[in-house]
């Protein structure tokens, strides 16, 4: 009997041991495959930049946000500024992540020209303005989190554009064809 008492906890530890190993290894898939299509998409590239237009404010911003292994603070402080709510003109730090998504979106494109900015950051008054005018935006839109964009890519029908954000199961896309534009954000991956 003593034995069985015995045997009981050595299985017990053992399939905790499989189950923390499976979970882990489960998690290590999860993560590589869930961001392996923009990872491929911008692994390669010596240099990250960006050519992005804001259609509200006329500006233009080029420039090299990823060089060397690492991210630019100075490049991303200057990223962070031209993604401004426009409204508002409060900054907020976006979320590197975007700005890779951004890139891999426009690469399929083949990367030239600038992309179109509709929306960056947004301060919650204003996206508390936008909830009460307009159909289709959330209260907690990942937008007040500098984890979204609303973007244009010149030549390219927004369908398309939303079709090439997705095919890169990267965060959220959401296609707007009678506005022109597409939302792609860094959140869970799904699509509207």
Known sequence: M?????????????RRSFLTFGLGAAAATATTLATSPVEA?????????????NVHTGETLKTVYWSQGRYLTKSLVQINRFLRDHRSGDV????????????????KFSGKGAIH??????????NALLVSQTDGVAHNSLHMAGKAVDIRIPGQSCNIVGRAAKSLRAGGVGTYPSSNFVHIDTGRVRSW
């Not at 003593?2 to 053992?14: C, F, G, I, V, Y």
């Not at 998409?41 to 237009?53: D, I, K, S, T």
């Not at 907020?92 to 690469?107: F, G, N, S, T, W």
């Not at 900015?117 to 204003?126: D, F, K, L």
């Open 2 to 14: 003593h034995r069985s008492d015995d045997a009981k906890p050595r299985e017990t530890l053992s």
């Open 92 to 107: 907020a730090q976006m979320d590197p992540r975007l700005l890779d998504l951004m890139l891999a979106v426009h690469k």
């Open 117 to 126: 900015i509709i929306s960056g950051y947004r301060s919650p008054a204003s």
């Open 41 to 53: 998409a911008v692994r390669a590239l010596p240099e990250r930049g960006l050519h992005l237009y």
